[in-house]
């Protein structure tokens, strides 16, 4: 299985660029990465999700280097709103072969200031 | 994407007792999974529930104690039986229609177990 692994915690300000980064090591050859946000007491929400190079939408830019080993998620110009916990996932492929696995990491809570 | 009706949102329950959790969601989905968060903790994957089949449950989590339906493509329900104070958690319904779309969750279940 693939594990990711992010920083426990982040902390920033209204207005600045935050970049989050995600170490996968062993991502294998047909997994996605993919982003999601949560805000206390809500389900996680899809923020993006990429393969290679970079992906961008309205909310944010994903960076995956050529070895795949990583991700970035960038946050243009983050608000108070965008205070909440990222998790970075890697699909895998489960045990018995069968089902493809969303398995979450620790995930990056991430506190913008004002 | 997909929305996803999560019944109840939150419930008390008492020592010894079973609740059962519905996750319904507006169109045909390929996969759903039922997770667990614990407070101040990620998300945990208790079983792919698969339609017209037993559920395929990761490891820590068995059948006795977290039955789990899924009788066709849009609807399934969770169980958490002979409940202790240890299952106060959020109980989420996950969806997908395939793996490069990402997955969507519920709002969640709170369950206090007292």
């Known amino acids: 299985l693939a594990k990711t692994t992010q920083p426990i915690s982040m902390d920033s300000y209204e207005g600045q660029e935050v970049n989050i980064t995600c170490s996968h090591n062993?991502?294998?050859?047909?997994?996605?990465i993919t982003w999601y946000q949560q805000f206390p007491s809500q389900g996680p929400r899809f923020i993006i999700q990429g393969y290679k190079t970079k992906v961008t939408n309205e909310v944010a830019s994903l960076f995956i280097p050529a070895d795949r080993k990583s991700s970035t998620l960038s946050l243009p110009r983050v608000s108070l709103s965008d205070t909440a916990v990222y998790y970075c996932?890697?699909?895998?492929?489960?045990?018995?072969?069968?089902?493809?696995?969303?398995?979450f990491g620790r995930g990056t809570s991430l506190i913008v200031h004002p | 994407s997909a929305v996803i009706s999560q019944k109840p949102s939150r419930d008390i329950c008492q020592r010894g007792t079973s609740l059962t959790i519905q996750c319904q969601v507006d169109s045909q989905v390929t996969m759903m999974f039922w997770y667990r968060q614990q407070p101040g903790q990620s998300l945990t994957l208790i079983a792919t529930?698969?339609?017209?089949?037993?559920?395929?449950?990761e490891s820590g989590f068995v059948i006795d104690k977290f039955p789990i339906s899924r009788p066709n493509l849009t609807f399934s329900t969770l169980t958490v039986s002979n409940m202790s104070p240890e299952d106060s958690s959020i109980y989420l319904c996950?969806?997908?229609?395939?793996?490069?779309?990402?997955?969507?969750f519920g709002s969640g279940t709170r369950l206090t177990v007292v």
């Open positions: 996950s969806v997908t229609q395939g793996r490069r779309y990402g997955y969507t």
């Open positions: 529930a698969n339609q017209g089949s037993e559920a395929t449950y």
């Open positions: 996932l890697v699909g895998a492929q489960h045990a018995s072969g069968g089902s493809y696995i969303p398995t």
């Open positions: 062993n991502i294998a050859t047909n997994d996605y």
